[in-house]
């Protein structure tokens, strides 16, 4: 049987490791999108060889989300069964300092792919996956977001995604694509950036398991998300484009913890019990035992407009598919602080 080819942009990215890899595990022929950078040793590329090692097929391609001849080129080179769009500008934050830079990516660059999708005349034999996001629903109308819940963008990386949600929608209506939205809401692991704020927390709580004593600066603590493990999310991916026609799924856990909270999980796996001590920009995180500060609050990482609490309703994508998250918070932590443990003790 002729083997299923995906294209993923963003596959030097969290998700584009765990999906490459889950799809590689499938037999599929994987071609990937990548940026050229001075630096060309990415870990996450260098791990996914490893997989290749034992009979995957992976090949990458240059190219950039705001180069739509780079897009037609490696369209024309890897005729793709599977179009996941992971490539975004994706930190919230940095997208207050670069708002024309993230619409160009995150939402011109999804019209960029569509038309070169409609225009080589690949809409029927090409299925796309968009990576939509939580971010979109912003200050909630309602608890928990599910489909159908409205967006009320916070951040021009929200409005961005907002608009991309949007185009995929209309070319599925408009000239009948298989385009679907995943509208993913936070997922983690220990290929996760180290500025998001779970993987800087755990890299603090490994760092100091190692001996550092340096304070984790952290912004908000009250914020809460519902976070999961990116290994499951990126089985939903997949799974929806193996339905008959494109539609828009959530995908979550339906369990939504604060920053603090995170953070008393990350460093109780290293030993420490977390006490909370002060309010507003005086509030300490100490170590119950010896009374050390461990975490203090810099208004620096605070956002000009925040999303306080975000929680998802997975059940469209459990009764359509099946999906549900196997990995629980426990267990994702505590493998992203021993991964980032380790990794010190290799590299001091
Ligand atoms: P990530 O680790 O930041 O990866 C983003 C990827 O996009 C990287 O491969 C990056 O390449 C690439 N990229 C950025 N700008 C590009 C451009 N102009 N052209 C081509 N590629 C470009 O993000 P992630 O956590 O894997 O998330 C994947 C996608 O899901 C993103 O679209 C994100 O917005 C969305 N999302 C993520 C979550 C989550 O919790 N992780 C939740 C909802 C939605 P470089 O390596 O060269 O920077
Ligand atoms: O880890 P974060 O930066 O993730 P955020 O903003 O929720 O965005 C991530 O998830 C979205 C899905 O909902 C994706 F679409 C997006 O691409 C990205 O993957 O921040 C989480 C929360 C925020 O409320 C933030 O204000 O943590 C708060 N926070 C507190 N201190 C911090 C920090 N965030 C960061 N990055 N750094 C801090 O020091």
């Given at each position: 049987m002729?083997?299923?080819?995906?294209?993923?942009?963003?596959?030097?990215?969290?998700?584009g490791f765990?999906?490459?890899?889950h799809?590689l595990s499938?037999g599929y022929?994987?071609?990937?999108?990548?940026?050229?950078?001075s630096?060309?040793?990415?870990?996450?590329?260098?791990n996914?060889?490893?997989t290749l090692n034992?009979?995957?097929?992976?090949?990458l391609?240059?190219g950039?989300m705001?180069?739509q001849?780079?897009l037609?080129?490696?369209l024309q080179e890897s005729?793709p069964?599977?179009?996941?769009n992971?490539?975004?500008?994706?930190h919230?934050?940095?997208?207050?300092?670069?708002?024309?830079?993230?619409?160009?990516?995150?939402?011109?660059?999804?019209v960029?792919?569509?038309?070169?999708v409609?225009?080589?005349?690949?809409?029927?034999?090409?299925?796309?996956y968009?990576?939509?996001?939580?971010e979109?629903?912003?200050?909630?109308e309602?608890?928990?977001?599910?489909?159908?819940?409205?967006?009320?963008?916070?951040?021009?990386?929200?409005a961005?995604k907002?608009?991309?949600?949007?185009?995929?929608?209309?070319?599925?209506?408009?000239y009948?694509f298989?385009a679907s939205?995943?509208?993913?809401?936070n997922h983690?692991?220990?290929?996760?950036?180290?500025?998001?704020?779970s993987?800087?927390?755990?890299?603090?709580a490994?760092?100091?398991?190692?001996?550092?004593?340096s304070v984790?600066m952290?912004?908000?603590?009250?914020a809460?998300?519902d976070?999961g493990?990116?290994a499951d999310?990126v089985?939903?991916?997949?799974q929806?484009?193996?339905?008959?026609?494109?539609?828009?799924y959530v995908?979550?856990?339906?369990?939504a913890?604060?920053v603090?909270?995170?953070a008393?999980?990350?460093?109780r796996v290293t030993?420490i019990d977390?006490?909370?001590?002060g309010?507003?920009?005086d509030?300490?995180g100490?170590?119950?035992?010896?009374g050390a500060?461990i975490?203090a609050?810099?208004?620096r990482?605070?956002?000009p407009?925040e999303?306080q609490a975000l929680?998802?309703?997975a059940?469209?994508a459990?009764?359509?598919?099946?999906w549900e998250?196997?990995?629980?918070?426990?267990?994702?932590?505590?493998?992203?602080?021993?991964?980032?443990?380790?990794?010190?003790?290799?590299e001091p």
């Amino acid at each position: 049987m002729r083997r299923r080819v995906a294209l993923i942009t963003g596959i030097t990215g969290q998700d584009g490791f765990y999906l490459a890899r889950h799809l590689l595990s499938e037999g599929y022929q994987v071609h990937g999108l990548r940026r050229r950078t001075s630096f060309n040793g990415s870990d996450r590329l260098q791990n996914l060889s490893d997989t290749l090692n034992e009979g995957g097929s992976l090949t990458l391609h240059h190219g950039d989300m705001t180069d739509q001849a780079s897009l037609i080129r490696v369209l024309q080179e890897s005729k793709p069964d599977e179009i996941y769009n992971l490539a975004a500008q994706s930190h919230v934050q940095v997208s207050f300092e670069k708002p024309a830079y993230t619409t160009a990516v995150n939402a011109l660059g999804v019209v960029h792919l569509l038309e070169a999708v409609r225009l080589l005349g690949l809409a029927e034999q090409t299925r796309l996956y968009q990576a939509s996001t939580s971010e979109m629903y912003g200050v909630a109308e309602s608890s928990p977001q599910s489909e159908t819940t409205p967006f009320r963008p916070r951040s021009p990386y929200a409005a961005a995604k907002v608009f991309a949600h949007h185009i995929m929608v209309n070319y599925r209506e408009a000239y009948g694509f298989h385009a679907s939205n995943g509208i993913c809401f936070n997922h983690e692991g220990p290929e996760r950036g180290e500025t998001f704020v779970s993987r800087k927390i755990t890299l603090a709580a490994a760092a100091r398991r190692l001996g550092d004593k340096s304070v984790l600066m952290l912004g908000n603590l009250s914020a809460s998300r519902d976070w999961g493990h990116a290994a499951d999310f990126v089985v939903g991916m997949q799974q929806m484009l193996q339905q008959p026609h494109g539609d828009d799924y959530v995908l979550a856990t339906g369990v939504a913890r604060s920053v603090r909270q995170f953070a008393e999980a990350a460093f109780r796996v290293t030993g420490i019990d977390l006490a909370w001590e002060g309010e507003g920009l005086d509030e300490r995180g100490v170590d119950r035992k010896s009374g050390a500060v461990i975490i203090a609050v810099d208004p620096r990482h605070f956002r000009p407009s925040e999303v306080q609490a975000l929680i998802g309703d997975a059940s469209k994508a459990k009764e359509a598919f099946g999906w549900e998250p196997r990995i629980s918070f426990e267990e994702m932590v505590r493998e992203m602080v021993e991964s980032d443990t380790a990794r010190m003790r290799k590299e001091p």
